[in-house]
């Protein structure tokens, strides 16, 4: 079975440093893998994805992820963050071998970012 | 592209009323899911379409919530009747699997209010 986890509920960053918010994943074959991101009453926006290739993936906003497969992990990353990055960050994930459920993505539940000037 | 259209933005109303929700995806894209969020439960996959069939309704929470596509740009999420635990964000997002894509792309959602 897929699954997703985001140890943290949420992670606090001082404006400028580095952020890292966590994900780990299980699928039995090679995962597809992707970040969201929700502003306050905002549907949830494509950040990047992981299909193959480079395990650096940079998408939007300055923020880029490292797909580790011995680590089974895909941790979003951004060298300095920025007060307007406060958000909910979703992370999900689908089995790129699995023949059924194609389209569906597995969602974790989530992890508060707050940003503090 | 618009991007995914949901209506109604926000929607009040009775316990044991039908409510209706309504999404249109963007076009060319052959899958269409419905999602609902809670802060209780996070984000909860309730059903999914590809090519108008639905796929996977193991998410619905009861036999009162039901489903439709009945084409390709159109798909409704019902309600009857409608209870207080219902209250929550009902997201649609679509998406497209060729070229490599596989991201899925978010309505702006309805916040449904049941009293």
């Known amino acids: 079975a897929q699954s997703v986890a985001q140890p943290e509920d949420q992670v606090n960053v001082a404006e400028g440093n580095p952020l890292t918010v966590k994900c780990t994943y299980s699928?039995?074959?090679?995962?597809?893998l992707f970040w969201y991101v929700q502003y306050p009453n905002r549907g949830l926006q494509f950040l990047l994805k992981?299909?193959?290739?480079?395990?650096l993936v940079k998408g939007s906003y300055g923020f880029e992820a490292e797909f580790n497969k011995s680590q089974t992990s895909f941790h979003l990353k951004k060298p300095s963050a920025l007060v307007s990055d406060s958000a909910l960050y979703f992370c999900?994930?689908?089995?790129?071998?699995?023949?059924?459920?194609?389209?569906?993505?597995?969602f974790g539940k989530g992890t508060k970012l707050s940003v503090k000037p | 592209d618009a991007g995914v259209i949901q209506s109604p933005r926000h929607e009040v109303t009775e316990m044991g009323q039908e409510v209706t929700l309504r999404c249109k995806p963007i076009?060319?894209?052959?899958?269409l899911f419905w999602y609902r969020q809670t802060m209780m439960r996070g984000l909860e996959l309730l059903i999914y379409?590809?090519?108008?069939?639905?796929?996977?309704d193991s998410g619905m929470p009861e036999d009162r919530f039901s489903a439709k596509m009945p084409n390709a740009s159109f798909s409704t999420l019902k309600i009857q009747p409608s209870e207080p635990r219902d209250s929550a964000v009902y997201f649609c997002?679509?998406?497209?699997?060729?070229?490599?894509?596989?991201?899925?792309?978010f309505g702006p959602g309805t916040r449904l209010t049941v009293l």
């Open positions: 999900a994930v689908r089995d790129g071998d699995y023949g059924g459920s194609q389209g569906n993505l597995i």
């Open positions: 076009s060319g894209h052959d899958y």
């Open positions: 992981y299909i193959t290739g480079d395990n």
């Open positions: 379409f590809n090519n108008n069939v639905p796929i996977d």
């Open positions: 997002a679509s998406s497209w699997l060729g070229a490599g894509r596989n991201e899925q792309f």
């Open positions: 699928v039995s074959g090679n995962p597809y």
